[in-house]
């Protein structure tokens, strides 16, 4: 859907108006819900000295992610993107054991080094060494990547928030922080060209309802109240589902082409996620005496 609606709209306006609708369709439910997520009085309030943090949780999984996303997915293809993205659970695996003090064992670092050598195959540095590949594929790529680190920093900062805050709260500060750091490109993108608003065909416009309505509120929102309960590692394994519904409508919708190299390291990469995370607690036996 991204792919498609960035044909009609800039990347940052496009991002600007996608969260600003979505801060305002959450005000009324920010205003009536308390520290416990219930909706009612006496309404939640947010202690100063969290405030950094929230802001910095919006900087990464709003701020970051979307522009590091949105510059990628207009380079590179659709597949690729949702293949890049399996890396997030692995990121979750390091970055949980690092901030989180979550267990890692040996057969989780062999997963992370299975899903790193597909990750090169399909950032292309195979056709990069025999010099045949597409710069702007390649940079696109990387982008993906560059978004997967800053949105699992930022969930690693909410899965703290979440002991003090319901989701939802988390969710409308991300959401604020995203629309006022995406003000200023939105208003470049009308100087630049004050007609591009005026070509918006009703595709485009679906296209930001859905992308407001469902991949902000509703996924971020339900995403946020499902890390509540379980872990971040148990979270992200639900990107496995990603990758596979991706592909199948990028071939349908965008025409794209599966090749050789994405389905290498497709296939690497879930080996690889699976000995780094679904394969975590299986092994927790057999590696008891290799635990880092």
Do not use: C
Request: aromatic share 12%.
């Amino acid at each position: 859907m991204a792919k498609v609606t960035l044909e009609e709209f800039p990347p940052m306006s496009l991002a600007f108006l996608r969260f600003s609708i979505a801060s305002l369709l959450l005000i009324p439910f920010l205003l009536t819900v308390n520290k416990k997520g219930v909706y009612t009085k006496p309404k939640a309030k947010i202690d100063k000295k969290d405030l950094p943090k929230l802001i910095l949780i919006g900087i990464f999984v709003i701020t970051l992610n979307i522009t590091f996303f949105f510059e990628g997915i207009i380079k590179t293809s659709a597949t690729n993107a949702s293949v890049l993205t399996l890396i997030i659970p692995l990121l979750s695996v390091v970055l949980g054991w690092l901030f989180l003090k979550e267990k890692i064992y040996l057969i989780n670092l062999a997963g992370i080094l299975v899903a790193f050598l597909g990750a090169i195959v399909v950032i292309q540095l195979p056709e990069i060494l025999f010099g045949n590949y597409s710069p702007g594929v390649l940079f696109g790529n990387i982008l993906i990547i560059l978004a997967s680190i800053s949105w699992v920093l930022g969930i690693i900062l909410s899965r703290q928030m979440l002991k003090k805050y319901p989701s939802l709260i988390i969710t409308a500060v991300a959401f604020f922080v995203g629309t006022v750091s995406f003000l200023i490109p939105f208003f470049i993108d009308l100087a630049k060209n004050p007609d591009w608003l005026q070509s918006i065909t009703i595709l485009g416009i679906l296209g930001l309802i859905y992308m407001t309505m469902l991949s902000s509120i509703s996924a971020y929102f339900l995403f946020e109240w499902g890390l509540a309960r379980t872990s971040v590692i148990k979270a992200d394994l639900f990107q496995y589902i990603e990758p596979f519904v991706a592909a199948g409508l990028a071939v349908w919708v965008l025409g794209e082409q599966i090749t050789i190299p994405f389905i290498i390291g497709g296939i690497l990469i879930t080996a690889g996620v699976y000995l780094g995370t679904l394969a975590k607690e299986p092994h927790h036996k057999a590696y008891k005496t290799h635990r880092i």
